[in-house]
């Protein structure tokens, strides 16, 4: 990203909270960012306090990672305000900037599918990822369903776009199908990173990638102490053996800084 785009995403993502730090030679190459990551601290399921959301930002940097979308739980079972959610990311933008941690905080959300069509347009915007309207959607749990379709339908009709999280949760006998009906609808859907990188040969996920069906990896860390690590690299390699180079740059660049852009129709180049 050209340091004019990445200037963009910041006033996009914290306001007055924005990342200071010198990037270097950041000028002529392409930043990292993971769409998907509870990284606020003593909110939903994800950090447990400051020091944790550091450690997982150190995490982050120690992978390449220079972005981080922080994608709190919009769900019945988590308490999170949405007007509270940009003094809460400068908050931990300025933690990160005086620990001398040069990680970026985006702005982000992961929206329970139920409770999507309750948000208001505004909400949705502001929870969107980057503030660019992509919305990170968790699907309901059980298989993918007709009512994660018609979501992503009445999302597009409000002026939103949807990312599908962690569809390897919501495995059934039809997912082939529902992954390609929901991208026809013009979603994109976000694997765990983790889970890729776990992956052996001969796995479906691997099949799945090799047929065009992964478009973006977000690590969906919750803690430095315990579960998902924050970082992405590990699932980047593991795709390199199915898909193309080209394959890879749109998953791990190309589509994450399109998505914070705010670029509208975002599509699978294969
Ligand atoms: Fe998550």
Redesign the pocket.
Request: aromatic share 2%.
């Given at each position: 990203m050209s340091r004019t785009g990445t200037a963009h995403l910041a006033l996009r993502s914290q306001g007055p909270a924005t990342n200071h730090r010198s990037r270097g030679s950041a000028h002529n190459r392409s930043v990292v960012i993971d769409v998907?990551?509870?990284i606020l601290p003593a909110l939903d399921d994800?950090a447990l306090d400051l020091d944790d959301s550091a450690a997982m930002a150190a995490q982050a940097a120690q992978d390449g990672i220079e972005v981080v979308c922080a994608?709190p739980?919009i769900r019945s079972d988590h308490l999170v305000r949405v007007a509270e959610l940009p003094s809460r990311r400068a908050a931990l933008q300025r933690e990160l900037e005086r620990r001398g941690l040069d990680v970026q905080i985006a702005r982000g959300a992961?929206i329970a599918q139920e409770k999507a069509a309750m948000l208001t347009d505004r909400e949705l915007r502001e929870l969107s990822l980057g503030g660019g309207g992509w919305v990170?959607i968790?699907p309901a749990p059980g298989p993918l369903g007709d009512d994660l379709c018609a979501l992503v339908d009445g999302l597009r009709l409000r002026g939103a776009r949807a990312v599908v999280?962690?569809p390897e949760r919501h495995a059934a006998a039809d997912f082939e199908d529902r992954l390609r009906e929901l991208t026809a609808r013009g979603a994109l859907i976000q694997w765990t990173a983790d889970f890729v990188a776990r992956a052996a040969a001969g796995d479906l996920v691997l099949g799945y990638a090799g047929a065009g069906l992964v478009h973006l990896l977000?690590s969906?860390a919750?803690s430095s102490r315990t579960g998902r690590p924050l970082r992405l690299a590990a699932g980047v390699a593991k795709l390199r053996a199915v898909c193309s180079s080209a394959q890879i740059a749109w998953i791990a660049q190309e589509a994450p800084r399109a998505i914070l852009d705010g670029v509208e129709a975002l599509t699978p180049p294969w």
């Amino acid at each position: 990203m050209s340091r004019t785009g990445t200037a963009h995403l910041a006033l996009r993502s914290q306001g007055p909270a924005t990342n200071h730090r010198s990037r270097g030679s950041a000028h002529n190459r392409s930043v990292v960012i993971d769409v998907h990551c509870h990284i606020l601290p003593a909110l939903d399921d994800g950090a447990l306090d400051l020091d944790d959301s550091a450690a997982m930002a150190a995490q982050a940097a120690q992978d390449g990672i220079e972005v981080v979308c922080a994608t709190p739980h919009i769900r019945s079972d988590h308490l999170v305000r949405v007007a509270e959610l940009p003094s809460r990311r400068a908050a931990l933008q300025r933690e990160l900037e005086r620990r001398g941690l040069d990680v970026q905080i985006a702005r982000g959300a992961e929206i329970a599918q139920e409770k999507a069509a309750m948000l208001t347009d505004r909400e949705l915007r502001e929870l969107s990822l980057g503030g660019g309207g992509w919305v990170l959607i968790e699907p309901a749990p059980g298989p993918l369903g007709d009512d994660l379709c018609a979501l992503v339908d009445g999302l597009r009709l409000r002026g939103a776009r949807a990312v599908v999280a962690h569809p390897e949760r919501h495995a059934a006998a039809d997912f082939e199908d529902r992954l390609r009906e929901l991208t026809a609808r013009g979603a994109l859907i976000q694997w765990t990173a983790d889970f890729v990188a776990r992956a052996a040969a001969g796995d479906l996920v691997l099949g799945y990638a090799g047929a065009g069906l992964v478009h973006l990896l977000g690590s969906d860390a919750h803690s430095s102490r315990t579960g998902r690590p924050l970082r992405l690299a590990a699932g980047v390699a593991k795709l390199r053996a199915v898909c193309s180079s080209a394959q890879i740059a749109w998953i791990a660049q190309e589509a994450p800084r399109a998505i914070l852009d705010g670029v509208e129709a975002l599509t699978p180049p294969w």
